[in-house]
């Protein structure tokens, strides 16, 4: 499941790359990606999870509403979780 270390390196790459700061234009689909396969590489498949949900959870980091890892990991673990 999503949880500990795999958990942490998702919510770094998420907060990292959705910087407005950090990319230009399609940062957000970077990062919502790199999170993905990051994750998928750890053992938790990400790829159906509701794409509204993860769209809220891309913008709300994306625009600083969203910072804490801990709370970033407890959003993929609900995204993931409710497939």
Same mark, same amino acid.
């Given at each position: ?5 795999? @958990? ?9 790359? =959705?910087?407005?700061? =950090?990319? +230009? ?8 990606? =790199? +999170? !993905? !396969? ?5 053992? +938790? ?11 809220? !959870?891309?913008?709300? !980091? @994306? ?9 970033? #990991?407890?959003?993929?673990? #609900?995204?993931?979780? @409710?497939?």
């Amino acid at each position: 499941g999503v949880g500990g270390d795999a @958990a942490a390196g998702g919510e770094h790459a998420v907060q990292y790359q =959705s910087d407005p700061m =950090s990319c +230009t234009d399609g940062n957000k689909r970077m990062a919502w990606m =790199s +999170t !993905v !396969v990051f994750l998928d590489f750890n053992g +938790t498949e990400m790829v159906d999870v509701d794409q509204d949900e993860s769209y809220k !959870v891309m913008i709300e !980091v @994306a625009m600083g509403n969203l910072e804490d890892v801990g709370q970033i #990991a407890r959003r993929l673990r #609900a995204l993931h979780e @409710a497939m």
